[in-house]
């Protein structure tokens, strides 16, 4: 934290006070009932006035309560993707007493997210989650985060803010469509055409009975029924191949955001298809891989790119 926030937050309130809609009519109807009592001299009206503020007081009290000895850790998940919403969850916890209708409010800048706690007691800690949306890919430092209630009367709203540092990991946006050109092919793995590698997706080679417990989709019901027995369809394992797909890091902020996307897009659609992905990115170096893990290590790099260069705040 540097030297101007420490001072931004020692001279912050340790409180926030708001009036409600509620609260507005409240209080003027208060401040009505207080004239009356000083023109008329009535009894009766003084002892309403009273009672009015007494409620204020009252409020201000149950809620400072509430806010008091509140507790909260931020459980952030290993990434979430810009623009779609994901789950982001609080454990909230007292070190005592009991607080009553709390509302939890990130206050970084490009996350937006909200929860709500019905009930915490210092008998165990509640975890919530709330449906959060990142704006923008890269590694979000999550700081400032906000608690707030309008226990008891919904007349005020009382509200304090932590401090919780964490990071968020915003993987590139989805929807961009794409296909590899015809004439880039990758390096060719495995022996492709061997009749040996059987059970894949390419040319048919031929015809086997089914054995006890297979896939029965794979089923050839014409012959089956021809020869009275079930056989399946067996066909070549198509060839993989390994891309290693690159990233330039000294691209403008949104092209750089546009090719990261292209680039997770391609990673998705190489991947399911069997072949195996490694990237190129800036200071960032992986080896061709295949499977989910490999993807999600494609994505956190592509992530990164940018900001562990210092080209982007």
């Not at 590694?139 to 985060?145: E, F, K, Q, V």
């Not at 880039?184 to 793995?189: A, D, I, K, Q, Y």
């Not at 070549?236 to 092209?255: C, F, G, H, M, N």
């Amino acid at each position: 934290m540097s030297r101007f926030q420490r001072l931004l937050a020692w001279v912050r309130p340790p409180r926030q006070l708001s009036v409600t809609r509620l609260g507005w009519v409240y209080l003027v109807l208060t401040g009505g009932v207080g004239l009356g009592a000083l023109n008329t001299g009535n009894n009766l009206l003084y002892l309403m006035l009273g009672l009015l503020l007494a409620v204020i007081v009252l409020s201000g009290v149950l809620s400072e309560r509430a806010l008091r000895d509140v507790r909260v850790r931020r459980l952030v998940p290993d990434g979430a993707f810009a623009g779609e919403t994901f789950p982001l969850r609080y454990e909230v916890r007292r070190e005592a007493g009991t607080a009553f209708a709390l509302l939890l409010e990130e206050r970084t800048a490009g996350l937006v997210a909200r929860a709500f706690v019905p009930l915490v007691t210092m008998a165990e800690p509640v975890v919530v989650r709330a449906d959060a949306v990142a704006k923008r890919r890269g590694p979000l430092r999550l700081g400032r985060m906000r608690v707030s209630t309008l226990f008891p009367l919904g007349l005020f709203e009382k509200s304090r803010e932590f401090t919780l540092e964490d990071v968020l990991v915003v993987f590139p946006k989805k929807g961009f469509a794409c296909e590899p050109d015809a004439d880039v092919h990758g390096e060719t793995r495995g022996d492709a055409g061997n009749p040996r590698h059987r059970d894949g997706t390419g040319d048919l080679l031929g015809l086997k009975e089914l054995s006890p417990q297979e896939d029965a989709r794979r089923v050839h019901w014409k012959k089956s029924a021809a020869v009275g027995k079930l056989l399946k369809t067996e066909h070549e394992r198509e060839d993989r191949r390994q891309y290693t797909l690159s990233v330039d890091a000294k691209l403008s902020p949104d092209a750089l955001d546009r090719a990261c996307e292209e680039v997770a897009a391609m990673t998705r659609l190489l991947i399911g298809r069997g072949h195996e992905v490694g990237l190129e990115a800036g200071r960032r170096r992986l080896r061709p891989g295949a499977g989910l893990g490999q993807e999600r290590r494609v994505l956190t790099a592509l992530a990164w790119v940018g900001f562990d260069e210092g080209t982007r705040p």
